[in-house]
């Protein structure tokens, strides 16, 4: 490519030509073949390896996820899902005590658990089934490649025969897994014959012929029989043990199409290949020829008679006729155990709720059930809400209470009588407005966390200049809002931290979150406090983070849930009502563990909590009508602009508990007096509180107490005329006040 440098073109010399020889057309033609066979052949080894290699991917990859289906009985045979709840009154020491009762019940009607040990089914009966079904059953190594292969081949050939041997039915019977059609159907087959290789690795020969008499069909065709006791007993309303030769016979004539075989809808078909079972049994040597002659006298005279209701099997009914229906905690219980299934899965809410309600779980609730029972019973009781509210159906409350480790203690979702199982939960699933209560978590817990304030800081009473209306206009904001009702009454005085909390004064969340950015205060509520409903964008403005003007609002449970940093060192636990949950053969399906985010520094979390009970002890604190007697409360109030909801969520050394009031639709609560919400939630929990086994907060070694000076809110100095106690980080202690 020397030809053009610098533009200029050098010619070329012209070289010797090599000598042409002028080939024959054949010879020519011979070599294109040649060439084209050549690359053909490349073409289809390279493609081949590919194909190849990314076959056994692909079966390896089956091979991999497919290892074991469990054949037990108490798997196979489960179609209850239980759940229960911890004793209250249960003692380690007593052996007769019991720490787990039962709670509730899920039972699968159509699914009887029915379940025979191979010894009660005759040896001629096992024998007919064999026979039928799977001659070579007791030498193959779970897949029977021969008559796989005669499958293929007779598929092929547009006849419809099954290949798959009693290992592989017992499996499809199992799983469920019977997809037959297009690639789905061909995944299928893969996966059942590396499960029933897998299956004949774990278990005995007798095992698995167990598990196929219990589990194959014999239903006709318009009833579902499961198993071959159900059979016996419906068929000739004898026990299995009792079958003689041609009624077993009969039973596995079936086995090759129910519907079309059996023997009361199509008694001649089911007859012939009854004969033929019995001929099969004899030419294998199973049936001796006296044997035989019995059988086909028996035959003669076979008489089947199809009666649903006998039944030679005591049911065992562990869950009770009538349960009613589900409580408020149950129904969350539910919808928790539904996600996890779907988490543990891979599978659809929709697919993981038939899962969970055909049975096979057992699921540890953590309902404290004595106060779950209580709080019912008192929500229902109007003398504990306002006299306005007396009379008032529409007026709704949630009640919820969480431990310091996230796990739901109660869940009460209305103040009136549940109607209904399964039916929409406030607690859990309501999204209401907090107001104010989103102050603690939104802006002081993350401000105090990052030093920006402390304790006793001096924040100046005056709004913010923020574009309100996006138009570029900028304007004054927030209004503090009083028990006097709403005005711009900002006092432009310096006000300490944890009296602006106490009061509720909406400008110095304002300046905290401004400081910080709307954006800081909404990932911390979203990553650090799990708070899961707020909507991206509009929530993460000044409203919604400063006083909890939010696009939809908060579950409650998840507002009281973040509260439990301020009692246990700023730890943030998964919110569970569910401690442990298993398949019925052992496998974990989840278990709530010790794991926490650490949410605020354990100083962080003392503090606000000592502030939280400003709000409660301070003469004019907004929680001050919630007071306790014996045990420390740290808790905040929370109303929705135009009284539309009203908060109330408090820190007790055991509990963190949350109330909500307000109505399904935008409607005042007709209260001039949005405290009544302290003395609501005293009324509900006040007894349950003063009665807890701790009374008062663990204070953690990172923290001081010291005097400040109530006029700079700095330390207080000996020339300092009025001080006050105040909390402090020991790694952020203010300078010594120098004004006196
Ligand atoms: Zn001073």
Not at 5 to 28: C, D, E, I, L
Not at 253 to 259: E, G, Q, S
Not at 311 to 330: A, K, L, R
Not at 694 to 706: A, R
Request: charged content about 25%; hydrophobic content about 35%; some cysteine.
């Amino acid at each position: 490519m020397d030809e053009k440098r610098n533009g200029s073109v050098k010619r070329r010399r012209p070289q010797a030509q090599p000598k042409k020889y002028r080939q024959h057309p054949a010879v020519t033609i011979l070599k294109v073949v040649g060439t084209l066979f050549l690359s053909g052949l490349m073409i289809i080894v390279i493609t081949g390896s590919i194909f190849a290699t990314a076959l056994t991917i692909y079966i390896l990859n089956f091979a991999d996820t497919t290892t074991t289906v469990n054949l037990d009985e108490e798997v196979v045979t489960s179609n209850v899902t239980r759940f229960f709840y911890r004793n209250p009154d249960f003692d380690p020491d007593d052996e007769e005590s019991e720490e787990w009762l039962f709670y509730y019940g899920l039972k699968n009607q159509q699914r009887k658990a029915v379940w025979v040990d191979l010894k009660q089914v005759p040896d001629y009966a096992q024998d007919a089934f064999v026979c039928a079904e799977d001659e070579r059953f007791y030498t193959h190594d779970g897949v029977d490649f021969k008559r796989t292969l005669s499958a293929i081949v007779q598929t092929l050939l547009g006849y419809k025969q099954g290949g798959s041997t009693i290992t592989q039915q017992t499996i499809k019977n199992i799983t469920k897994d019977n997809e037959t059609d297009g690639s789905e159907g061909v995944e299928r087959k893969i996966r059942e014959i590396f499960r029933a290789i897998n299956v004949e690795k774990v278990y005995t020969k007798d095992d698995i012929l167990e598990a196929y008499v219990n589990v194959v069909e014999f239903g006709t065709s318009s009833m579902e029989i499961v198993g071959v006791e159900q059979a016996a007993n419906y068929y000739f309303c004898k026990d299995v043990s009792e079958l003689n030769y041609a009624e077993a016979a009969s039973l596995a004539a079936m086995l090759k199409a129910p519907a079309d075989l059996n023997p009361l809808e199509n008694p001649e078909d089911n007859d012939d290949r009854l004969r033929y079972v019995l001929r099969q049994m004899n030419d294998n040597g199973t049936l001796s020829d006296d044997e035989w002659d019995i059988a086909k006298k028996q035959a003669d005279e076979l008489e089947v008679i199809g009666d649903p209701e006998f039944s030679s099997i005591e049911e065992d009914n562990e869950i009770p006729e009538d349960q009613g229906d589900t409580d408020w905690f149950m129904d969350a219980v539910i919808n928790q155990a539904e996600e996890l299934i779907a988490d543990q899965k891979g599978i659809s809410i929709e697919d993981a709720r038939q899962r969970l309600y055909s049975g096979g779980y057992d699921v540890y609730t953590t309902v404290d059930i004595n106060m779950q029972r209580d709080l019912e019973k008192k929500m229902r009781d109007a003398s504990n809400f306002q006299e306005w509210s007396f009379d008032d159906d529409k007026l709704m409350a949630g009640f919820c209470v969480v431990d310091y480790q996230g796990n739901v203690l109660v869940n009460v979702s209305s103040r009136n009588k549940k109607k209904g199982s399964r039916i929409f939960n406030l607690v859990s699933q309501g999204e209401r407005s907090p107001g104010s209560c989103i102050k603690p978590i939104a802006s002081y817990a993350p401000a105090l966390d990052q030093d920006l304030i402390t304790y006793s800081q001096m924040i100046l009473d005056s709004p913010i200049n923020v574009d309100a209306d996006s138009d570029g206009i900028e304007e004054k904001w927030p209004v503090n809002y009083s028990e006097f009702g709403e005005s711009a009454n900002w006092s432009n005085a310096y006000i300490p931290a944890w009296q602006m909390l106490a009061l509720s004064l909406n400008t110095a969340p304002a300046q905290l979150v401004q400081q910080m950015t709307p954006t800081y205060c909404y990932n911390f509520l979203r990553e650090k406090l799990d708070i899961t409903t707020l909507v991206d964008g509009t929530d993460s403005d000044y409203s919604g983070m400063t006083v909890g003007g939010l696009t939809h609002g908060l579950h409650l449970q998840e507002l009281v849930a973040a509260y439990t940093i301020f009692g246990n060192g700023g730890r943030k636990y998964p919110t569970t009502y569910i401690s442990l949950m298993e398949e019925v053969d052992g496998t974990v399906v989840y278990e709530h563990t010790d794991g926490y985010k650490q949410a605020i520094n354990d100083s962080t979390s003392y503090i606000m909590n000592k502030m939280m009970q400003k709000a409660v002890t301070d003469a004019n604190g907004t929680a001050r009508y919630a007071r306790l007697k014996n045990t420390v409360l740290a808790a905040k109030t929370g109303t929705s602009s135009d009284w539309v909801d009203l908060n109330f969520v408090g820190c007790t050394p055991d509990y963190v508990s949350g109330v909500w009031i307000g109505y399904e639709e935008w409607k005042k609560i007709p209260t001039s007096d949005y405290q009544n919400i302290g003395e609501i939630w005293h009324n509900l929990f006040g007894d349950i509180a003063e009665n807890e086994t701790h009374h008062d907060f663990q204070m953690p070694d990172s923290v001081e107490v010291l005097k400040y000076c109530t006029r700079s809110g700095e330390i207080a100095s000996n020339f300092c005329g009025s001080t006050d106690i105040g909390y402090y980080k020991e790694s952020f202690i203010p300078q010594y006040c120098n004004i006196g």
